[in-house]
């Protein structure tokens, strides 16, 4: 196959092998998954999507870092009408664990409580506008070997 499906979720493809020992899918269910969502793209959304396999340009700017950080290739999630959004969840069913389903829509939920609160809550979250954590809370755990609160 000369093409590699990019999206926000990326990695998807690359988990499929690990997932199929552990959803018993065939090949030919993810290839239809696949070929039933590039079917609800538009052709210029397409083209933002497909990449031949040995595209190195696109391998060598593929980052894993935020978009604010980095800018993917791919549609989001949100830029998607709801048959697609509904075509690749529909993708990720059949390429992932139901664990591995669960685990996307946490990340999903998560970076959008973090657009819409910013880091204040989670590790660190207690931090005044000067630095260092309040209540003494913060950095790596004890044994992570870098350096933190003692």
Do not use: H
Request: charged share 20%; glycine share 14%; with cysteine.
């Amino acid at each position: 196959m000369k093409r590699l499906l990019t999206l926000t979720t990326t990695a998807v493809l690359a988990l499929a092998p690990l997932a199929g020992a552990q959803q018993k899918s065939s090949t030919a269910e993810v290839v239809r998954a696949a070929d039933t969502f590039l079917g609800t793209l538009s052709a210029e959304q397409r083209q933002k999507v497909v990449y031949a396999f040995d595209d190195a340009t696109q391998r060598a700017r593929w980052s894993n870092f935020p978009t604010g950080v980095v800018a993917r290739g791919g549609i989001s999630l949100k830029q998607m009408t709801t048959p697609q959004q509904e075509a690749v969840m529909k993708l990720l069913g059949t390429v992932l664990s139901p664990m591995g389903v669960e685990k996307v829509n946490e990340i999903r939920q998560a970076d959008d409580d973090f657009k819409a609160n910013g880091s204040k809550r989670g590790p660190g979250g207690g931090r005044g506008p000067q630095g260092p954590p309040r209540d003494g809370q913060g950095g790596p755990p004890p044994g992570f070997g870098g350096r933190g609160p003692c």
